[in-house]
Nanobody, 122 residues
Framework: QVQLVESGGGSVQAGGSLRLSCAASGYTYCMAWFRQAPGKEREGVARIYYSSGNTYYADSVKGRFIISRDNVKKTLHLQMNSLNPEDTAMYYC??????????????????WGQGTQVNVSS
């Protein structure tokens, strides 16, 4: 069992930045950030393989968000820049504990954090 604890959400004006963090209690094969806005499905934002550092970004955040990890501290980060109101959502950290495609879909991930809210005002 891996526990994930997110931090770093908050409120910011459009054009601003926030940095989310997710502390993991154990080994993870790959990790991802998802987000869910009210009335919408959970959406994959970015994914990283823990050993190689290989990343993937959704088109909606490409060029604005950066996913990274600190292997020593077992912490995942999401640097979010040039935020806009469409980025407003609950953001979730997710982890897959063993090999596989790590396709950025909720069904591929075994463990989830409690979520951290991001609000972007215009």
């Amino acid at each position: 069992q891996v526990q994930l604890v997110e931090s770093g959400g908050g409120s910011v004006q459009a054009g601003g930045s926030l940095r989310l963090s997710c502390a993991a209690s154990g080994y993870t094969y790959c990790m991802a950030w998802f987000r869910q806005a009210p009335g919408k499905e959970r959406e994959g934002v970015a994914r990283i393989y823990y050993s190689s550092g290989n990343t993937y970004y959704a088109d909606s955040v490409k060029g604005r968000f950066i996913i990274s990890r600190d292997n020593v501290k077992k912490t995942l980060h999401l640097q979010m820049n040039s935020l806009n109101p469409e980025d407003t959502a609950m953001y979730y950290c997710a982890a897959r504990s063993f090999g596989g495609s790590c396709y950025i879909a909720p069904s591929e991930y075994h463990f989830w954090g409690q979520g951290t809210q991001v609000n972007v005002s215009s």
